[in-house]
């Protein structure tokens, strides 16, 4: 048996394709990795928006508008999973959302 020879006829052609095939291939691999939040103006629980003044801590802030019997611990990390922050740093003039407990 004889190996078949293949023969680019048309290379501009080829190379689009190629260039074509990749771009797709890249696409569609970055939809299943890119698992961002997606962020709304609509939110599933209520919240309150507060500006953070001088001296003002995420804990102060949990401590303030927290429920009875609450862990401030948990009510500090909600407002940070709320606000998408990556630490605990927050400055004078900031703008942050606080879930509403009941």
Do not use: C
């Amino acid at each position: 048996m004889r190996k078949r020879r293949y023969r680019i006829v048309n290379k501009k052609r080829f190379n689009t394709f190629l260039i074509s095939a990749t771009i797709i291939i890249a696409f569609i691999i970055s939809l299943f990795i890119n698992n961002n939040k997606a962020y709304s103006l609509t939110y599933n629980e209520p919240f309150k928006e507060i500006v953070i003044n001088k001296g003002d801590t995420l804990w102060s802030i949990a401590l303030e508008n927290m429920p009875y019997d609450y862990d401030v611990r948990k009510m500090v990390y909600e407002i940070r999973e709320f606000n998408n922050l990556d630490n605990a740093t927050i400055y004078p003039g900031d703008i942050i959302k606080v879930p509403i407990k009941h």
